[in-house]
Nanobody, 117 residues
Framework: QVQLVESGGGLVQPGGSLRLSCAPS????????MGWYRQAPGKQRELVAA???????NYADSVKGRFTISRDNAKNTVYLQMNSLKPEDTAVYYC???????????WGQGTQVTVSS
């Protein structure tokens, strides 16, 4: 019954910024990693950014230097700060949380990000 609640998507002009947020509606114990994936029409879902429980981060090459993933441990929330947005960033962005025990993969419902002039 735990759900991931996403927010922050929308329409923005090229070069603009958006900040995505994701938090579980309930308790998830032993979180292994949190991250963001995206899927554009006709394309495969791809990893955008991830952050481990230890604070290590990983980014897709296409977003390095523009996107920053962070977390608030007190709120158990993960954020994705997206700067210098490009039209090719247009996609549905999905929050992902992976737990170690019990092992499970949680997914958000997705939030639309559209970059267009």
């Amino acid at each position: 019954q735990v759900q991931l609640v996403e927010s922050g998507g929308g329409l923005v002009q090229p070069g603009g910024s958006l900040r995505l947020s994701c938090a579980p509606s309930g308790s998830i114990f032993s979180i292994n990693a949190m991250g963001w994936y995206r899927q554009a029409p006709g394309k495969q879902r791809e990893l955008v950014a991830a952050i481990t429980s230890a604070g290590n981060t990983n980014y897709a090459d296409s977003v390095k230097g523009r996107f920053t993933i962070s977390r608030d441990n007190a709120k158990n929330t993960v954020y994705l700060q997206m700067n210098s947005l490009k039209p090719e960033d247009t996609a549905v962005y999905y929050c992902n949380v992976r737990s170690y025990y019990p092992p499970y993969n949680y997914w958000g419902q997705g939030t639309q990000v559209t970059v267009s002039s």
